[in-house]
């Protein structure tokens, strides 16, 4: 029979100060290359990040932040993760906070959260402008390595002190440590305690604090490491940002695996950070990826190349089925516009099309798709690599059992193999609760300790899931007809001239729903007048109605000449439609 999951290759941890000790070893391998002054490449060694790590927890612990909360707003830097292990490291909950919120926004989840040290770059010092004044921390601390000059000061009433450069702080732990202070080293942690709040959603008033645990991180953590293809050589090319519990994760876990990351410094440069860091592995949402894929046909075509790779893609499929793979030769020059040396890439956080996984597959770069959910920390389920399944969100991850709830004649019921239902986990990879939210804590939770996704999907004879919509986006017809939308995006943007799509109901004049596409065309469509443009998509929608049933079809077309408004994990703010 075959093994569903690889055989383990890492260790796991009690708690993040294990953690640390067990990277040191890699000594002066750099965990992270970054840019500064636009082309200058710097490095952060294993050794140095374990280092900085631990003093900067000796500081926070002597400053008396124990059991308090630590705001982190930042772009993705080698100093984030430093805060966030650091903090955690101290006893103290990290409380990281998405930078691209509104100022107003970005202060009231710090004074929710009740930090009383909130950490900052210049430039969301900068962004925050005159609403920094209305942070009700004791303590600011600037993140910037290029003004830091070594602290010459008196270490005396550093409690007393208002404001600190994150280098002064890690050198004050580092005196203590020289001194004798124990501090972090005499904590006997609690790993089941509260150590991190990440908020779900741009305002406070649908926001949710999720709660998770050292035991929560670090065991969704030992399984991304496990479960996926990557190993010490391998070199990652970082473009999530980095407060987002999917890229925190897999960082960690990059942490323990002993790989490199190379922080990407602005979405503008990825094309070019390929070529300068020569990626092998990279963590994706799906937008980048067909943005990838968009480029790399969009060059096939511009050199006339349709029928040799088309020709050539035959060729080494046929090749592969007597075990002989010539992909990476034969396509050397599609991989090269991707550094040269991609190999594996990760991608969650939206639906994905399954057409897509075979395309990169097909020039020899493998894409294995996950699935997962900020309460779960965030990963549920994903394709392990000794095992993939092409339609599959994955196998659920060891740390956790899924189930698939349905509801007959009012009674929740566990569904069977191949039924349809909502998706609900339980495990050591899932949230204490809600941020003093006890009641929305309890609607998410079943009786016997699942918590409710609110995503729609079911599971197969071998234990992969599939999913097939959100609950919240579900569809339902007048004839009781229920429709995911996700299902229609996915067939959508196949087509040439989308870009980008949505697909929801809208109340026709006898208030009834009707299937609508938003739809925002490629660049090149924009010149068309609006009557023209909408013919033209029109054609192409009418050629995917004809692959569905008739109860799925889109039924009206809106189309759209502006971006839609999105997260910053480029997911569509569908609200807002």
Partial sequence: MKEKYPKERYPSFNNFRELLAYVAKNGDKPFYKYIVNKDEVRELSFKQFSENTV????????????????????????????????????????????????????????????????????????????????????????????????????????????????????????????????????????????????????????????????????????????????????????????????????????????????????????????????????????????????????????????????????????????????????????????????????????????????????????????????????????????????????LPVKCCEVKILKTENGEETRAKTGEHGEIAVRGSNVMLGYYNAPEATKEVFTADGFFRTGDIGYLDEDGFLYITGRKKNLIILANGKNVYPEEIEEYLLRLDCVKDCVVLARNNELDEPVITAVILPEDELLELDDASLQAKVKEAVMGVNNSLPSFKQVRNIEIRRTDFEKTTTQKIKRQSL
Wanted: aromatic share 10%; hydrophobic share 40%.
């Fill in 55 to 394: 003093n900067l927890a000796t500081a926070l612990y002597a400053l008396g932040l124990r059991n308090k909360r630590v705001a982190l707003v930042a772009e993705s830097c080698p100093e984030w993760l430093q805060v966030y292990i650091g903090t955690i490291c101290a006893n103290a909950v990290i409380v990281p906070i998405d930078k691209e919120l509104m100022p107003e926004q970005i202060v009231n989840f710090a004074n929710l959260s009740e930090s009383v040290a909130v950490f900052l770059t210049p430039a969301c010092k900068r962004k925050l402008g005159d609403a920094i004044g209305g942070f009700k921390a004791k303590y600011i601390v600037d993140i910037d390595s290029d003004s830091y000059k070594p602290y010459t000061g008196s270490y005396e009433n550093m409690a007393d002190k208002s404001s600190f450069n994150f280098y002064t702080l890690v050198d004050y732990g580092k005196y203590l440590l020289s001194i004798g202070y124990l501090g972090i080293y005499n904590i006997n942690y609690d790993v089941d305690a509260l150590c991190a709040i990440i908020y779900t959603s741009g305002t406070t008033g649908t926001s949710k604090g999720v709660m998770l645990s050292q035991h929560n991180i670090l065991s969704c953590s030992h399984c991304c490491c496990n479960t996926t293809p990557y190993f010490p050589e391998d070199v990652f090319l970082s473009v999530l940002p980095m407060h987002h519990t999917y890229e925190t994760t897999i960082q960690i876990s990059i942490l323990v695996i002993g790989s490199t990351i190379c922080i990407n410094n602005s979405i503008k440069y990825v094309m070019r950070n390929l070529k300068r860091f020569k990626p092998t592995a990279m963590v994706l949402v799906p937008l980048f990826l067909q943005t990838m894929y968009k480029r790399i046909s969009d060059e096939i075509k511009k050199k006339g190349k349709e029928k040799t790779i088309s020709a050539a893609v035959k060729l080494t499929g046929g090749l592969r089925k007597v075990k002989v793979d010539l992909r990476r030769t034969v396509f050397a020059e599609i991989i090269n516009g991707l550094g040269g040396r991609m190999k594996n890439i990760i991608c969650g956080g939206a639906p994905l099309d399954c057409e897509l996984i075979k395309r990169f597959e097909e020039f020899g770069i493998n894409v294995y798709q996950g699935y997962g959910i900020t309460e779960c920390s965030p990963l549920v389920a994903v394709n392990p690599y000794t095992w993939v399944k092409y339609e599959s969100i994955g």
